[in-house]
């Protein structure tokens, strides 16, 4: 009897919906270019098999997993981790080409090599390169071992051969699998190799770290559900030319999200910068109008950020709106706010803004300092440098209250500042706050404008 051939489908990468035939829009969920083929013996491969689950149990009744983490003895790695790397998660670090993910990930594993069997597989380098960068960077551990393979079946033969407990795989996707006929890199490969080390890591009790590539939009490259699929992922932050990166975890089963770890890339490597708020800070006793400080608050990190501003009569009939670190449609809604709520006239201006450093501001609270700066540029009146702003700005011109007040406080009062910009709901003045500095509460964009303009004086 003939077998038959296996019959080819295709598969979108965003909805997972299932063609007979590739087409350039996805019926389903209407994304283009993003139906990528497979087999449907290879579906059915990663669908069925046996069960290894034991049915429904009673919640209550099941006794939970000890609270046991790898520590990487890289203190801002575990931070944003939730305290270390917990055994059998999935950890999927992503970034730009040469921000330092790689590194990162070799120095880690290098340090876990000391107290556990690791392993870092990669796809991209051969071993003597890999032993050229270990040197690089000055590792003096002895227990790291390291396999080049880019295959995936390779690399769970090497689980079932090798009691391991954390591995890096660099990078997810260069992995290939027998199962697929398509290239590396594709959909259909990296959601399959994805799955099989996923399956692994909980089957087996071992950590992985995969490392993964973005795309020129800043996303990781492959299916969305490679996201979903991990238990952690991690995005690294900066420009690549900068000398500070940020690791900041944008999902986290065992953590918070949001939460910012800071390292410096150095001759050796990537080094622990434990006072981010001195860095991001420009140090310069010479006051210049268009800057503020902006007391950020990213999970448990309270942190200082200088927040420029450049307002400029423009020459052209459509003025220019720039904004590097921060969104550009909420830079728009600040402008509207000010025009309307506040007599601040920007329509016919260039606008220019930048959160120096590098940084990328996520959170709302950064409209009031990112409003001072605003204005301070416009009117050309100086901000003393010993003031600092938080505190989110609504449409109908009113400064609404922020999370964590009294951290941010103590982090500004802690670095020498004088005078803190806040909204007038969060009642830091009767507090704790109170008493370390010096409190301007603010209810409305309009005594922002007041403040900054010295139309009046600060309470």
Request: some cysteine; glycine content about 10%; proline content about 3%.
């Amino acid at each position: 009897m003939v077998k038959s051939r296996p019959e080819t489908v295709y598969v979108c990468s965003n909805c997972s919906a299932k063609s007979h035939k590739w087409v350039g829009q996805c019926a389903t969920c209407g994304s283009w270019n993003s139906l990528d083929r497979t087999s449907s013996t290879a579906l059915a491969s990663t669908r069925g098999g046996q069960r290894d689950t034991q049915g429904p149990r009673v919640l209550s009744e099941i006794e939970a997993a000890d609270d046991k983490r790898y520590q990487t003895g890289l203190t801002e790695l575990d931070r944003v981790l939730g305290g270390g790397i917990v055994p059998g998660s999935v950890v999927l670090l992503g970034g730009e080409p040469g921000i330092g993910k790689s590194t990162l990930a070799l120095q880690a594993l290098a340090m876990l090599s000391a107290a556990h069997r690791t392993l870092y597989v990669s796809a991209e380098e051969s071993l003597e390169q890999l032993a050229m960068r270990y040197q690089r960077l000055g590792l003096d551990v002895q227990g790291l071992q390291a396999l080049s393979e880019g295959q995936l079946e390779h690399i769970v033969e090497e689980l079932g051969r090798t009691d391991y407990r954390i591995l890096v795989v660099d990078s997810i996707q260069t992995l290939s699998t027998h199962a697929l006929d398509s290239s590396p890199g594709s959909v259909g490969q990296v959601r399959e190799c994805a799955e099989r080390l996923v399956t692994a890591a909980k089957r087996l009790g071992i950590a992985f770290i995969l490392i993964g590539h973005v795309t020129k939009e800043g996303a990781l490259a492959g299916p969305k559900t490679l996201e979903h699929l991990v238990d952690t992922v991690l995005y690294f932050e900066g420009d690549a030319t900068s000398r500070y990166r940020l690791v900041r975890a944008w999902k986290n089963r065992f953590g918070a999200v949001n939460e910012v770890g800071v390292f410096a890339m150095t001759k050796s490597g990537l080094k622990e910068v434990k006072n981010p708020s001195a860095i991001f800070l420009s140090g310069t006793k010479t006051l210049s109008a268009g800057t503020a400080i902006f007391a950020s608050q990213d999970a448990s990190r309270p942190m200082l950020i200088e927040v420029q501003a450049l307002v400029d009569q423009s020459s052209l009939g459509n003025p220019r709106r720039l904004s590097v670190g921060y969104e550009g449609h909420r830079l728009n809604m600040l402008l509207a706010i000010l025009h309307r709520h506040a007599g601040v006239n920007l329509l016919d201006q260039d606008v220019f803004v930048n959160v120096a450093g590098g940084l990328r501001v996520v959170e709302t609270a950064a409209d009031l300092a990112v409003a001072a700066a605003l204005i301070s540029s416009f009117t050309d009146r100086p901000i003393d440098r010993k003031n600092v702003f938080f505190g989110e700005l609504g449409l109908s011109g009113e400064i609404r209250p922020v999370p964590r007040g009294e951290e941010r406080a103590a982090e500004s009062a802690k670095l020498g500042f004088k005078q803190l910009f806040a909204p007038a709901a969060n009642k830091l003045g009767s507090g704790r706050a109170g008493k370390l500095l010096k409190v301007a509460s603010l209810d409305t964009a309009a005594d922002l404008c007041a403040a900054i303009s010295g139309q009046k004086g600060t309470p």
